[in-house]
T-cell receptor, first 114, second 110 residues
Framework: DAGITQSPRHKVTETGTPVTLRCHQTENHRYMYWYRQDPGHGLRLIHY???????DKGEVSDGYSVSRSKTEDFLLTLESATSSQTSVYFCAISFEGLTGSEQYFGPGTRLTVT | DAKTTQPNSMESNEEEPVHLPCNHS???????IHWYRQLPSQGPEYVIHGLTSNVNNRMASLAIAEDRKSSTLILHRATLRDAAVYYC???????????FGKGTRLSVIA
């Protein structure tokens, strides 16, 4: 298994509070991704990173920000959590370009916003 | 939106081959075809990918039509552990991230 961990694995928070999810890899892969998965929508890309301090938006980036200060960590922040952000969040990594190599996914973080 | 079309669900008997179809009629000449699967309560898992030629690995085979407008993921002998959602994705040659659709939910019957 690719060395990807996500923390926390489960979190319950209240509307309006900030939340940060962490993705950590031990593979030294350049590319990292954050997805969310909701019933009826499949996996949707939130943000991705193609290097330290290099990030870009995905298809559902509103309400989320990311940071990558070192290769191994990619943080996803919900500045002010809303109930619509209740979801399962997956981190992924890939070695080569965005579409040129396989992605490896973490175990997911289940976030509930009450 | 994903540029592929897959059946919502399929069913297979255990120990029989499974052919999961995917249509990607708007694929361009440099787009790869990727397959991932997601087992219950887990993150997606890479299965296979290819460009033009058929591909084989320890998990599955990928058969790509000559015109590349469709492909088929072949599981040679389905097991109960293969029950999952299978995603077919055609990548954008402009080097943008993969876009996952809703996939095909495969049920395997003992």
């Amino acid at each position: 298994d690719a060395g990807i961990t996500q923390s926390p694995r489960h979190k319950v928070t209240e509307t309006g509070t900030p939340v940060t999810l962490r993705c950590h890899q031990t593979e030294n892969h350049r590319y990292m991704y954050w997805y969310r998965q909701d019933p009826g929508h499949g996996l949707r890309l939130i943000h991705y990173s193609y290097g330290v301090k290099d990030t870009d938006k995905g298809e559902v980036s509103d309400g989320y920000s990311v940071s990558r200060s070192k290769t191994e960590d990619f943080l996803l922040t919900l500045e002010s959590a809303t109930s619509s952000q209740t979801s399962v969040y997956f981190c992924a990594i890939s070695f080569e370009g965005l579409t040129g190599s396989e992605q490896y996914f973490g175990p997911g973080t289940r976030l509930t916003v009450t | 939106d994903a540029k592929t079309t897959q059946p919502n669900s399929m069913e297979s008997n255990e120990e029989e081959p499974v052919h999961l179809p995917c249509n990607h009629s708007t694929i361009s000449g440099t787009d790869y075809i990727h397959w991932y699967r997601q087992l219950p309560s887990q993150g997606p898992e890479y299965v296979i990918h290819g460009l033009t030629s058929n591909v084989n690995n320890r998990m599955a085979s990928l058969a790509i039509a000559e015109d590349r407008k469709s492909s088929t993921l072949i599981l040679h002998r389905a097991t109960l552990r293969d029950a999952a959602v299978y995603y077919c994705i055609s990548s954008n040659s402009g080097n943008t991230p993969l876009v996952f659709g809703k996939g095909t939910r495969l049920s395997v019957i003992a």
